[in-house]
């Protein structure tokens, strides 16, 4: 679950977005990235991090790893 419709409301409420990030504890690059469309860092390594992991399994023709990365 995401707060940052949540901050948006505030922010249209004339709220500061820095503060209502502050008390949510969210991040002010996620809150602005996911209003531009692009992705935040987190998403970014996740993305690069998924990647890898295909590759890898992939590569072993799916055997490395087989047992932690197979979906219960």
Known sequence: MTVHPSIEAE????HSV????????ASRTAF??????KP???AVRDAEL????????ATSRGTYGAHASTPC
């Not at 998924?50 to 399994?57: F, G, H, L």
């Open 18 to 25: 820095k503060r209502m990030c502050e008390l949510l504890k």
């Open 40 to 42: 935040g860092p987190r």
């Open 50 to 57: 998924t990647r890898q992991i295909t590759d890898v399994r």
């Open 11 to 14: 922010k249209r409420d004339g």
């Open 32 to 37: 602005y990235a996911r209003r531009t469309g």
